[in-house]
């Protein structure tokens, strides 16, 4: 049976055509010959995730990303199709997330899986997520940072307008003479070590003469410890003695006597008693003043005319009756 030239250019047409769709599927990252499942996500930003991108677990591919999808409800979301390798089984509450697969930007889909032995099917709609992107990511980087840099702005601000406040032209002139009397303090210790490194040259004699007779003070201290020791005993001899003795007793008793003292010089004060009343007693004091008086003007008149106290007489009186001079 011979073929005609138009069978044969639309056999080589139909085959054209096939290849041509399963090359264009393929570089979609589909195998028309190789059946896989189709599952679903649905987000609200996939930050450049195309289709043909990489399906991952772990980082091996185990599907593309299919159609890409934007919803017509109030509220806008992204649908994105999955093709998954018939071979690989992942439970349904397992998280489809978008993420960078490398440094330049490239997107992909990151399948976390879950846990439990409960599959999804195909035509399931799994759990999505996003990683975060590069703005992002500085951001929370840098967000912590800038707070911080503006708190210290803030808090140097505030350091500025104290200090403006406390260095004020006053301030300044008062700073201006503390340092003006730091130098002449420092100029002044200057002259005092010039001084005293004058006098020890001038006086260094005296000095090693001093400190001589410091080190034979000392070796005479050292050649005479046993002479010291032996004082140092009696001293805690005559200590352990004294705290032997009934001291306490002494002292109370002398305490006791100087009360009753006191005792007695309150009752003086007060004028109870003889020695009380001669003190406190005027009148009794000038009675006694007189009578010492009295008599100190009759003893001096019997040591002057003793024969008008005295009669001495060999033979007796003559006249009695003539009367004492």
């Known amino acids: 049976m011979k073929i005609t030239k138009e069978a044969k250019v639309g056999i080589i047409t139909v085959i054209a055509i096939v290849l041509f769709l399963y090359g264009f599927n393929f570089l979609k990252g589909k195998n028309i010959f190789d059946p896989q499942r189709k599952f679903y996500a649905v987000y609200s930003d996939i930050d450049g ?21 934007l919803t017509r409800d109030t509220v806008i979301h992204i649908i994105v199709t999955f093709y998954l390798d018939n071979d690989v089984l992942i439970p349904k509450n397992s998280i489809a997330k978008v993420i960078s697969s490398d440094i330049l930007g490239s997107k992909a889909v990151q399948l976390v899986l879950g846990a439990g032995n409960d599959y999804a099917i195909s035509g399931d709609t799994l759990n999505s997520a996003q990683e975060d992107n590069l703005k992002q990511s500085v951001n929370k980087t840098i967000a912590p940072l800038q707070k911080k840099a503006e708190g210290l702005i803030a808090s140097i601000d505030s350091v500025m307008v104290v200090v403006q406040a406390v260095f004020n032209q006053q301030t300044q002139q008062n700073l201006a003479k503390s340092f003006e009397s730091i130098k002449l303090a420092i100029s002044s210790l200057e002259t005092s070590s010039y001084r005293l490194d004058t006098l020890i040259i001038s006086e260094k004699l005296k000095i090693s003469s001093i400190l001589t007779k410091i080190n034979i003070l000392a ?47 309150h009752k003086i004060n007060k004028g109870e008693g003889t020695v009380g009343m001669l003190i406190n007693n005027e009148t009794l004091y000038r009675k006694l003043d007189q009578s010492a008086a009295d008599l100190d003007i009759l003893l001096n008149d019997l040591r002057i005319n003793p024969e008008r106290y005295i009669h001495f007489s060999v033979f007796g009186r003559k006249d009695k009756n003539k009367p004492l001079k």
């Open 219 to 265: 070796t005479t201290l050292s050649s005479n410890s046993d002479k010291l020791s032996n004082l140092i005993n009696n001293f805690s001899n005559i200590s352990d003695s004294l705290a032997k003795s009934n001291l306490t007793a002494t002292i109370n008793n002398a305490d006791l006597i100087l009360s009753q003292a006191s005792g007695i010089i």
């Open 49 to 69: 995730l195309v289709e043909a991108n990489p399906l991952l677990i772990n980082g091996y591919k185990v599907g593309t990303v299919g159609k890409i999808l």
